[in-house]
């Protein structure tokens, strides 16, 4: 099955900076990553995702970049702000193999003002 | 607005005891998730399934079976109970076909003593 491998496991930076996230998957065949914020005491939810397709995506203050070669992925958080103190975690699945989403070990990212 | 309910936010049961877990999910999704997290290891899956009767077993197993009679409704069951499981619980939904965001509940937090 899939295994996704995600680092830091904690990143701090200063409000303003830049924070990267990267992911790596096993399975080639997988072809949808999204990713996923989760603030204290709520549920996960979904902030940008990408499909195997495509090599970027921006939204915002946000983007994914996936090398499908290197099998690896990575989340940018450009500006941040505290409000951006959170887990994240990236996942990955073959969506035309049932859609097992394989979720990373999560990175608690702090901003601090 | 999609709807994925847990039946309960905290749990407090004995070791051995069966425990269920029922989650609920109002937007006619195919795709339900049971998902374990735990302080450094992420989003672990237990169980999935694509669709009403049908079940994958995820990456821990062990020590859980799972339940869908109904579309909507996907429930996790704790044959004997035991200290080890003492965790977040976490249900999760998509409709898949290509519309992969998965939608988390609230999350169970069980406490087996």
């Known amino acids: 099955g899939e295994n996704v491998e995600q680092h830091p496991s904690t990143l701090s930076v200063q409000e303003g900076d830049s924070a990267v996230i990267k992911c790596t998957y096993s399975d080639s065949a997988s072809n949808y990553f999204p990713w996923y914020k989760q603030e204290l005491g709520k549920r996960p939810q979904l902030i940008i995702d990408i499909r195997s397709n495509v090599g970027e995506k921006k939204d915002q203050r946000i983007a994914v970049t996936l090398n499908k070669t290197a099998k690896h992925f990575s989340l940018h958080i450009t500006e941040t702000q505290p409000e951006d103190s959170a887990v994240y975690f990236c996942a990955a699945t073959n969506n035309n193999a049932g859609n097992m989403l394989t979720f990373g070990g999560g990175t608690r990212l702090m901003v601090k003002p | 607005d999609v709807k994925v309910t847990q039946s309960s936010r905290y749990l407090v049961k004995r070791t051995g005891e069966k425990v269920f877990l029922e989650c609920v999910q109002d937007?006619?999704?195919?795709?339900m998730f049971w998902y374990r997290q735990d302080p450094g290891l992420g989003l672990r899956l237990i169980y999935f399934s694509y669709d009403v009767k049908m079940k994958e077993k995820g990456d821990i197993p062990e020590g859980y079976s799972v339940s869908r009679e109904k579309k909507e409704r996907f429930s996790l069951i704790l044959e004997s109970a035991s200290t080890n499981q003492t965790s977040m619980y976490l249900c999760?939904?998509?409709f898949g076909l290509g519309k992969d965001e998965a939608f988390f509940g609230q999350g169970t937090r069980l406490t087996v003593v």
């Open positions: 937007m006619d999704h195919e795709n």
């Open positions: 999760a939904s998509s």
